[in-house]
């Protein structure tokens, strides 16, 4: 299992890496990342929960995120509505409300655990904004995300056995056909 713990975290490396390199993202901005466990290690999603997998993808995200001062959003699981847990930094940044509830493994999900007990000042939110995300195994991020969504095809298309969806969001245009649009935004 070891291996294959290495390999995911590579490939979640791999994918976060790529994502940010697409998105151009500014510190302080955020990162969704709904991430099925038991998607990765060959299951059905929510039932057959990975801690080793979820903290596996986490090793391999979450110093990336940190290194451009990007903060991580930890969808949690339909049992929690699909909260996240975001730093309190976060929270107080976008000024989101909390939650009263701490993620398990079977009830928020190994990934959403495993953010609470990584994160210096865990909070639980109900929803956010986000400025880009990683779907792993079919988790429906883009509730969490800014309109408009633009899908971001990365060189994976899985980790582990999950599939691997993305995106990046961009400001909406307005104005119709005689507006002009800054390029970078597109």
Same mark, same amino acid.
Request: charged share 20%; glycine share 12%; proline share 5%.
């Given at each position: 299992?070891? +291996? ?6 590579? %490939? ?13 993202? #500014? $510190? ?6 709904? *991430?099925? /466990?038991? !998607? ?27 290194? #451009? &001062?990007? +903060?991580?959003?930890? %969808? *949690?699981?339909? @049992? ?9 930094? *976060? ?6 409300? $909390? ?5 398990? $493994?079977?009830?928020?999900? /190994? ?7 990584? +994160? #210096? ?9 986000? @400025?880009? &995300?990683?779907?792993?195994? &079919?988790?429906?991020?883009?509730? @969490? ?5 633009? $899908?971001?095809?990365? #060189?994976?298309? @899985?980790?582990? %056995? ?10 909406? +245009? ?5 507006? *002009?649009?800054? !390029?970078?935004?597109?």
């Amino acid at each position: 299992m070891g +291996f294959i713990l290495q390999e995911i975290q590579a %490939q979640a490396a791999q994918a976060a890496g790529e994502l940010l390199d697409a998105a151009g993202l #500014r $510190p302080g901005d955020i990162v969704v990342v709904g *991430c099925s /466990s038991s !998607e990765i290690v060959g299951g059905r999603i929510g039932k057959a929960s990975s801690l080793e997998a979820a903290q596996a993808v986490f090793a391999g995200v979450y110093p990336l995120l940190e290194e #451009r &001062g990007l +903060f991580l959003a930890a %969808q *949690c699981c339909e @049992h929690l509505n699909r909260a996240l847990v975001v730093e309190a930094d *976060c929270a107080e940044k976008y000024g989101y409300d $909390p939650v009263s509830v701490r993620p398990q $493994p079977k009830a928020g999900g /190994s990934f959403a655990a495993t953010a609470w007990d990584s +994160f #210096r000042r865990p909070q639980a939110v109900e929803q956010i904004r986000a @400025h880009a &995300g990683l779907d792993i195994g &079919g988790t429906l991020i883009g509730m @969490h995300l800014r309109p408009v969504a633009v $899908p971001v095809r990365l #060189r994976l298309d @899985h980790i582990g %056995q999950a599939i691997l969806l993305c995106a990046r969001t961009r400001p909406k +245009f307005i104005g119709g056909g005689r507006a *002009c649009y800054e !390029e970078e935004k597109r």
